[in-house]
C-alpha cells in the first residue's frame, strides 16, 4: 500500500509559479512510475505529466515548456514544477503512482492517488 501526500498548491497570479510535492509512504517508492493530473471544475480529470523509473518523462501538450515533473528517490518525493501559470491551470491537483517501470499517461494506469491540492490561477 502506498499514500500519497500533496502540497504546495496556493493561489498565484496570471504569470507566477508554483511547485507542487507529493510525498509517498512505502519503501519502494523508486520501483513506482508517478503522475500529476489535475481536475477543473465542471471538467474531467486530465493527464498533466508523468515520470518513470528511470526519471524520463512525458507531457501534456497544454504543460510542455512550462511545467517540468522530477522525483527526489531519496525523499520519496515526486514534484511538479508550474511556471508561466494562466488562468486555464486553475484545478485540483493529484499525484498518483502505478507498480510499473515506464511512462503512465492514463488515469486507468494508476494503482495509488493523493487527496489533492487546489491550484487557483487568478487574472
Known amino acids: 500500500q502506498v499514500q500519497l501526500v500533496e502540497s504546495g498548491g496556493g493561489l498565484v497570479q496570471t504569470g507566477g509559479s508554483l511547485r507542487l510535492s507529493c510525498v509517498a509512504s512505502?519503501?519502494?517508492?523508486?520501483?513506482?512510475?508517478l503522475g500529476w493530473f489535475r481536475q477543473a471544475p465542471g471538467k474531467e480529470r486530465e493527464f498533466v505529466a508523468t515520470i518513470n523509473i528511470w526519471s524520463r518523462t512525458s507531457y501534456a501538450d497544454s504543460a510542455k515548456g512550462r511545467f517540468t515533473i522530477s522525483r527526489d528517490n531519496a525523499k520519496n518525493t515526486v514534484y511538479l514544477s508550474m511556471n508561466t501559470l494562466k488562468p486555464e491551470d486553475t484545478a485540483v491537483y493529484y499525484c498518483?503512482?502505478?507498480?510499473?517501470?515506464?511512462?503512465?499517461?492514463?488515469?486507468?494506469?494508476?494503482?495509488?492517488w493523493g487527496q489533492g491540492t487546489q491550484v487557483s490561477v487568478s487574472q
Open positions: 498518483a503512482a502505478a507498480r510499473v517501470v515506464g511512462l503512465v499517461t492514463t488515469d486507468g494506469g494508476y494503482d495509488y
Open positions: 512505502g519503501r519502494t517508492f523508486s520501483n513506482y512510475a
